[in-house]
């Protein structure tokens, strides 16, 4: 069974490049206007490779504390600079943001991309005190939801600090991308796609997980939220009138629903 028209997202979204537009025009905005104001570290390396490396947004005060966000694009496409206006949200209710790119397949493969986003945010942390809340979109779900369990390893330091996990359209489950075209690109086998899914695994110890999604998504993206929040007995959000591209919006709006639940309680 051929399951490419499952992930598909892009063909089922009206208008669908209009928001890869409007992402690159805002982000790029909301960057160069907070590095003029002095409130912008950009290219922060984490790594040796190239993509190892992460922005990071202040708010105008002092940090209450860092909020992660992973980006998706199924390990594939994408980086750092294409979302840099969804620190907004956060920024304004004066937590600082660190957005990481990191290497994409095939050039890594998902188990080496869960360990760059260790990396991301050990070095995050170490640049901001205070609490760290965790959110990421599609793979980027899929990879935040890898950091809180057992067998990704944090210095201790790091790992107390985590707070929160908000796993946004998540990959929970990566069997079914075995039987996807893109599957030759990231080469995942049963074993590592059964390692690497979040669903597989226990849910995280002491860190409160929330997941959240869009009711207009794909029934496959329901589904696997569905499926991380039954198997974790983790809070569920499905948000009304929101798709793959749109779900992500409240992120920059510090009066979110999004924002509420990810940086309070």
């Given at each position: 069974?051929?399951?490419d028209?499952?992930?598909?997202n892009?063909?089922?979204?009206?208008?669908?490049?209009s928001?890869?537009?409007?992402?690159?025009?805002a982000?790029r905005?909301?960057?160069?206007?907070e590095?003029?104001?002095?409130?912008?570290?950009?290219?922060?390396?984490y790594?040796?490779?190239?993509?190892?490396?992460?922005d990071?947004?202040?708010?105008?005060?002092?940090?209450?504390?860092?909020v992660v966000?992973?980006h998706g694009?199924y390990?594939?496409?994408?980086g750092?600079?294409?979302?840099?206006?969804?620190?907004?949200?956060?920024?304004l209710?004066?937590?600082?943001?660190?957005?990481?790119?990191?290497?994409?397949?095939?050039?890594?493969?998902?188990?080496?991309?869960t360990?760059?986003?260790?990396?991301?945010?050990?070095?995050?942390a170490?640049?901001?005190?205070g609490?760290?809340?965790l959110v990421?979109?599609?793979?980027?779900?899929?990879?935040v939801?890898r950091m809180?369990?057992?067998?990704?390893?944090?210095?201790?330091v790091?790992?107390?600090?985590?707070?929160?996990?908000?796993?946004?359209s998540?990959?929970a489950?990566l069997?079914?991308?075995l039987?996807?075209?893109?599957n030759a690109?990231?080469?995942l086998?049963?074993?590592?796609?059964?390692?690497?899914s979040?669903a597989?695994?226990p849910?995280?110890d002491k860190?409160d997980?929330?997941?959240?999604?869009?009711?207009?998504?794909?029934?496959?993206?329901l589904?696997?939220?569905?499926?991380?929040?039954?198997?974790?007995?983790?809070?569920?959000t499905?948000e009304?009138?929101?798709?793959?591209?749109?779900v992500i919006?409240?992120l920059?709006?510090?009066?979110?629903?999004?924002?509420?639940v990810?940086?309070?309680?």
């Amino acid at each position: 069974m051929n399951l490419d028209d499952d992930y598909a997202n892009a063909a089922y979204i009206p208008n669908a490049e209009s928001f890869l537009e409007y992402w690159d025009e805002a982000a790029r905005n909301y960057r160069e206007a907070e590095y003029t104001l002095g409130r912008a570290q950009l290219n922060q390396p984490y790594g040796v490779h190239p993509d190892q490396a992460f922005d990071l947004f202040y708010p105008s005060g002092k940090p209450e504390g860092l909020v992660v966000f992973v980006h998706g694009g199924y390990w594939l496409r994408f980086g750092r600079r294409d979302f840099s206006h969804l620190a907004q949200g956060a920024t304004l209710r004066d937590w600082a943001v660190a957005i990481p790119s990191y290497p994409l397949a095939p050039a890594a493969s998902i188990p080496e991309i869960t360990q760059s986003i260790v990396a991301a945010i050990t070095a995050a942390a170490g640049r901001i005190s205070g609490p760290i809340c965790l959110v990421g979109h599609s793979a980027g779900g899929h990879l935040v939801a890898r950091m809180g369990q057992k067998d990704v390893v944090f210095p201790s330091v790091v790992r107390d600090r985590i707070r929160k996990i908000i796993p946004i359209s998540p990959v929970a489950d990566l069997l079914p991308l075995l039987q996807t075209e893109m599957n030759a690109t990231l080469k995942l086998t049963a074993t590592s796609a059964k390692a690497e899914s979040p669903a597989s695994q226990p849910k995280p110890d002491k860190i409160d997980v929330h997941v959240w999604v869009g009711a207009e998504e794909r029934p496959a993206f329901l589904a696997q939220a569905q499926l991380l929040a039954d198997r974790w007995q983790a809070s569920l959000t499905i948000e009304i009138a929101k798709h793959h591209f749109n779900v992500i919006a409240g992120l920059e709006d510090p009066k979110s629903e999004l924002m509420a639940v990810l940086l309070e309680g």
